[in-house]
C-alpha cells in the first residue's frame, strides 16, 4: 500500500472506527471522535500487544478516561522494529525526489486536517488549541520545505 493512502486511512474516521469509537468533549456543541481502544500501528494494520494488557489514556484536562492503548512489550517492539527494518528496504530504494513529494503530500493532507489533528492533540495532551495548532503548522512547514 502506498505511503500516502496509509495516510488518509490512519486520519479518516471510516465505519469500522466509528463503531468502536466514543464522543469526547472538546467545547459546548462540540464533540471528537475518539476510538474506545487503541492498538499498535504495525505492517500497515492494526495489531493487538503480545501482552494483550491496555492502559489508560487520560485527557489531562478532566482526568477522566478517554480510551484504553495496548501496552507494548519487548515482543511488540521486536515486532515493529522488524517490520520497520524491511520498509527500510523499499524506502532506501526510494529516489530523494520521490521521497521528497510523498513527504509533501503528507504535509498537505495534515494541513487538509489541520482543524481536527490540532483538536485531537489538544484534547490528548491538555495543551491550549492554540499551541496545537502551531504544532501541526510547525510539521506541515517542515513537510513542505
Known amino acids: 500500500m502506498k505511503l500516502l493512502e496509509r495516510l488518509k486511512i490512519h486520519v479518516s474516521h471510516d465505519d469500522g472506527h466509528l463503531q ?3 464522543h469526547v468533549f472538546i467545547q459546548p456543541g462540540h464533540f471528537k471522535v ?3 481502544k487503541a492498538l499498535h500501528w504495525i505492517e500497515d494494520k492494526e495489531v493487538a500487544s503480545a501482552s494483550k494488557v491496555f492502559f489508560d489514556k487520560i485527557n489531562p484536562v478532566t482526568g ?4 484504553q492503548v495496548a501496552r507494548g512489550n519487548k515482543n511488540d517492539v521486536s515486532h515493529a522494529v522488524d517490520a520497520a527494518e524491511n ?3 523499499g524506502w532506501a ?3 530523494v525526489v520521490k521521497r521528497g513529494e510523498l513527504l509533501r503530500e503528507a504535509a498537505i493532507l ?3 486536517r489541520r482543524q481536527e489533528i490540532a483538536e485531537i492533540v489538544a484534547l490528548e495532551s491538555g495543551k491550549p488549541l492554540k499551541v ?4 501541526i503548522d510547525g510539521a506541515v512547514e517542515c513537510g513542505l520545505f
Open 20 to 22: 468502536n469509537a466514543v
Open 34 to 36: 475518539y476510538p474506545k
Open 64 to 67: 477522566k478516561r478517554m480510551a
Open 87 to 89: 520498509a527500510l528496504k
Open 93 to 95: 530504494h526510494t529516489s
Open 110 to 112: 495534515l494541513k487538509q
Open 132 to 135: 496545537a495548532f502551531g504544532e
